[in-house]
């Protein structure tokens, strides 16, 4: 597990992240949410070591991470980065000989992993010579030629065609089942709601949720229900146990303080007979998202 | 798609070492230029640029000379026949050799003459200098060092010192920065410096330049020396192969000099069309000396300091050692000099390359990249 604690940093005299604290655990997808400045890239680099924090560390397992398990991680940098005039087997086999990798088995895995990704017979291409979307590949493939232990990817699927998100994906996914911990950036809600086991929500530099879905669905919602009837739903203001947020003649909507409570009014609602719907509303996480970083 | 795990088990041991990042840098530079025809031509016409130097220095002399023909009559012929790169055409009489002269078959004539020196010189148009120079009377000349260099040598030799310097560390100068700069530009970087420490990847670069440029100039040496002895040409085989040791040494480390200037200005800014707002006062430095050392090819003093500031060393010490001005102590001082210069701005850029190379936008300044 990947531990960040207490992470400050300050540029001159702009201090970008207050106290970051959260954890990346293994086997697991771990999305990294926030608006643009928000901080993400730069954690991102602290995390890589390719920044220094002001105050805080890195840790795996409870220990500061070392510099040979900082060398196994795989980086997706957010603005695309490989040479645009060298051929893309050349520039694996380089970038795994940095991580430590011998020519040889460099070699075989970049010529394995672009055949994978559909890259096999543009292997000897540069890069400048290949399409957007598989350009792209090319810079997962970077990502993963040395075999990384855990993976940061900032933003992985921004400007992907939605086939490519695809793809990504499934390359993602697995790493992430070899029990390597993944985290990466996005600033599209839906794909992260989608695609994350876990959620870190950074807001103007400070961590303002972290946890699963459920967790931080759990954590920023009271629970809700959403009534429908044919008739005027005003009674449900005078129920017991029960606060209405909105009330538009038939429908309502209320908090509860426990099941039970919510119970009763779909039971006094089916006594009062045209009972259309009635079913527990989840906020959306964009809506949290909202609520949270604001 | 197959779904097969992408890590097998090839999980590399640990992190690299420094030395040997470092050599995986300097092989890729290396790598890419070597891939590069442009590299690749303008090594070959240098070279060439060399050898054509060398033959045309040994042989070019004598194209430029030319025999005078001259027409003369019977009483003149002795006087003429005598002069060096001549050739004598006998007529029969003064009519003839003026009408040989008109027709431009010969260049001048020599008749009997009715004034002091007896003798009348015929030209088409112009005075035929060198023939009258050659029938005039000379005073005696005394030479005391009849071996001290000709001035138009000099020239030539520190020309081609100050053009092989300021040529070589401005292409690989521009061929660091181009290349410190292309891996800001597309962010490579931050992925290389994920897995390397910023003082390997600019010591890689270093190196990796250095050897190819280290290279180059042995090369260019060894065109000069081996087309100089082929050719038997005195000036290089007598005089020139102490100085281009000197300059093969001194320009090596002087190299690593302005390449390690390079690449921290490259690192300054994020952008290829941003390099020549820091580059520019590096490219002073380098056509500095070259400049200094064609006026002051000659003058003992100029060059003695020039031998002991870093940058026109490699330039003034081996015209110095061609001149005989020089000590041996003297040059090795001058390397001492580089040398310690070298590594106070190989750990000064150091620092600024490593500073700079994840700010993007505007321009670094210098003041915030040391700071």
């Known amino acids: 597990m990947i531990q960040l604690r207490g992470i400050d940093r300050t540029f001159g005299?702009?201090?970008?992240?207050?106290?970051?604290?959260?954890?990346?655990?293994?086997?697991?997808?771990?999305?990294?949410?926030?608006?643009?400045?928000?901080?993400?890239?730069?954690?991102m680099r602290i995390l890589l070591g390719v920044l220094e924090p002001s105050a805080g560390t890195v840790e795996v397992d409870g220990a500061p991470m070392s510099a040979d398990y900082r060398a196994r991680i795989g980086y997706m940098p957010e603005e695309r980065g490989l040479y645009p005039k060298m051929p893309i087997d050349d520039q694996l086999v380089y970038l795994a000989r940095l991580h430590g990798l011998d020519a040889k088995l460099a070699r075989r895995r970049a010529l394995d992993l672009l055949e994978r990704l559909g890259l096999g017979d543009r292997h000897h291409d540069t890069l400048e010579s290949l399409s957007l979307g598989n350009q792209q590949r090319a810079q997962i493939a970077a990502a993963l030629v040395h075999d990384p232990a855990a993976l940061v990817l900032d933003e992985p699927f921004s400007g992907l065609d939605p086939m490519a998100v695809e793809v990504t994906l499934e390359v993602l996914r697995d790493v992430a089942r070899t029990g390597a911990p993944v985290l990466f950036s996005s600033h599209q809600l839906d794909v992260v709601e989608r695609l994350c086991d876990e959620l870190v929500i950074i807001g103007d530099g400070r961590v303002r949720a972290a946890g699963t879905r459920e967790d931080i669905r759990a954590?920023?919602?009271?629970?809700?229900?959403?009534?429908?009837?044919?008739g005027d739903a005003g009674w449900v203001r005078d129920a017991v146990g029960v606060e209405v947020v909105d009330l538009a003649g038939g429908e309502v909507r209320f908090t509860a303080t426990d099941e039970a409570a919510a119970d009763r009014v779909l039971s006094q609602a089916v006594e009062r007979g045209g009972v259309r719907a009635f079913s527990p509303v989840t906020r959306p996480l964009t809506e949290i998202f909202q609520e949270v970083v604001r | 798609?197959?779904?097969?795990?992408?890590?097998?088990?090839?999980?590399?041991?640990?992190?690299?070492?420094?030395?040997?990042?470092?050599?995986?840098?300097?092989?890729?530079e290396i790598m890419v230029n070597l891939r590069s025809k442009a590299y690749l031509i303008s090594a070959a016409i240098v070279l060439l640029g060399a050898l054509a130097a060398v033959i045309f220095s040994s042989v070019g002399p004598q194209l430029f000379q030319s025999t005078t023909t001259v027409a003369v009559v019977a009483q003149t012929e002795q006087a003429v026949s005598s002069l060096p790169d001549t050739e004598v055409t006998v007529v029969d009489d003064a009519d003839e050799a003026r009408d040989l002269v008109a027709a431009e078959e010969v260049d001048a004539a020599v008749l009997p003459g009715d004034g002091p020196s007896g003798i009348l010189v015929i030209g088409e148009r112009e005075a035929p200098e060198g023939l009258i120079g050659a029938l005039s009377l000379s005073p005696e000349v005394e030479l005391l060092d009849p071996s001290a260099p000709n001035p138009g040598i000099l020239y030539l030799i520190s020309l081609g010192f100050g053009l092989v310097f300021m040529m070589a560390s401005m292409s690989f100068g521009y061929g660091i920065a181009g290349s410190v700069v292309e891996e800001k530009q597309t962010r490579i970087v931050e992925i290389l410096l994920a897995s390397v420490p910023a003082k390997a990847l600019l010591a890689g670069k270093i190196i990796g330049n250095s050897l190819l440029a280290f290279v180059q100039i042995a090369l260019i040496a060894a065109v000069v020396l081996i087309g100089g002895a082929v050719t038997d040409n005195s000036v290089i085989v007598d005089g020139l192969g102490t100085p281009i040791a000197w300059f093969v040494l001194l320009f090596t480390v002087g190299f690593v000099l302005m390449a390690s200037l390079f690449a921290a200005a490259a690192a300054m800014v994020s952008r290829s069309e941003d390099l020549g707002s820091t580059t520019t006062p590096i490219m002073m430095l380098v056509m500095l000396p070259y400049f200094a050392i064609i006026f002051f090819n000659s003058n003992p003093v100029a060059l003695q300091i020039m031998s002991y500031v870093p940058?026109?060393?490699?330039?003034?010490?081996?015209?110095?050692?061609?001149?005989?001005?020089?000590?041996?102590?003297?040059?090795?001082?001058?390397?001492g000099i580089v040398l310690a210069a070298t590594a106070?701005?190989?750990?000064?850029?150091?620092r600024v390359y490593e500073r700079s190379l994840l700010r993007t936008g505007k321009p670094v300044k210098l003041r915030e990249a040391l700071r």
Do not use: C
Request: net charge positive.
């Open chain 1, 13 to 43: 005299t702009t201090q970008v992240l207050h106290d970051v604290s959260f954890d990346i655990h293994p086997g697991r997808m771990t999305g990294f949410v926030g608006a643009n400045g928000a901080g993400k890239t730069t954690t």
């Open chain 1, 219 to 230: 954590a920023h919602t009271s629970p809700e229900w959403r009534l429908v009837t044919t």
């Open chain 2, 1 to 28: 798609m197959s779904t097969a795990s992408p890590t097998g088990h090839v999980h590399a041991a640990s992190r690299v070492p420094f030395w040997r990042a470092v050599g995986i840098v300097a092989q890729r």
């Open chain 2, 311 to 335: 940058f026109s060393a490699p330039v003034a010490v081996p015209m110095r050692a061609y001149l005989g001005a020089m000590e041996w102590w003297e040059g090795l001082l001058s390397f």
């Open chain 2, 344 to 350: 106070l701005v190989v750990t000064f850029a150091g």
